[in-house]
C-alpha cells in the first residue's frame, strides 16, 4: 500500500538545486519551506504506514546522505483548511464539527488544540471521518498510532513493535 507522508528535515534546503534534483529523481518527492520548516513530501510503499517510513529513511539516505528525516508533519487543519480540502463552506464543516451534520455515525474528531482563538485538529483522523461519506482525499496517511512509532523511530533509529497487543 502507498502512504503519503510529510517529513520535517534538516541538512538541505529548498535553495540546493542538487538535493531538490536527486530527491525528484530518485523519490519522486518535494522539498518545501513552510512556516519556518524544511519539509520533505513524498509517497512510499509498505505493508503498513510504520514499515513504509522505516523503509523510506533508507531510500532517503541513499539518495540525499546529508539530508535527516527529523520527525512527520502533523498537519493540523482548521475549519478553513478543512472546507478547502473538501470544496465545502466554512459553515458547513463547522456543522460537522458541531455534530449538527453527518451526525448519524461516528462524531467528529477531538479537537488536537487550538490555535490563537480556532481549534484544530488532526488531517488523518479528520480525513479518516470523511472517508465514511465518501468526502475524503482517497490517499493512505499513518494514523496517529503510527505517527508515533514513525517519530520514535527517526529519534532513535530503532523500531519498535507498533502494533495493538491482543489483551489475553
Not at 519551506?33 to 505493508?47: H, K, M, P
Not at 520527525?71 to 449538527?100: F, H, K, M, P, Y
Amino acid at each position: 500500500m502507498e502512504y503519503e507522508y510529510t517529513f520535517v528535515v534538516a541538512g538541505a534546503t529548498v535553495d540546493d538545486d542538487s538535493v531538490v534534483s536527486r530527491l525528484g529523481t530518485t523519490l519522486d518527492a518535494m522539498l518545501a519551506r513552510a512556516g519556518g520548516q524544511n519539509l520533505l513530501s513524498v509517497s512510499y510503499c509498505g505493508d503498513n504506514a510504520v514499515d513504509a517510513a522505516v523503509a523510506l529513511t533508507d531510500a532517503v539516505r541513499d539518495a540525499v546522505p546529508e539530508l535527516r528525516l527529523l520527525r512527520l508533519d502533523r498537519d493540523l487543519v482548521g475549519i478553513q483548511e478543512i472546507a478547502e480540502r473538501t470544496e465545502r463552506s466554512r459553515q458547513n464543516v463547522r456543522q460537522w464539527t458541531l455534530g449538527e451534520r453527518l451526525a448519524d455515525q461516528d462524531p467528529f474528531p477531538a479537537t488536537e488544540g487550538t490555535v490563537g482563538k480556532g481549534k484544530a485538529w488532526l488531517w488523518t483522523e479528520v480525513n479518516t471521518w470523511l472517508a465514511q461519506y465518501g468526502l475524503d482525499d482517497s490517499l493512505n496517511h499513518p494514523t496517529r498510532r503510527e505517527m508515533t512509532g514513525i517519530d520514535f523511530f527517526l529519534a532513535n533509529g530503532q523500531s519498535f513493535n507498533w502494533q495493538r497487543r491482543t489483551p489475553r
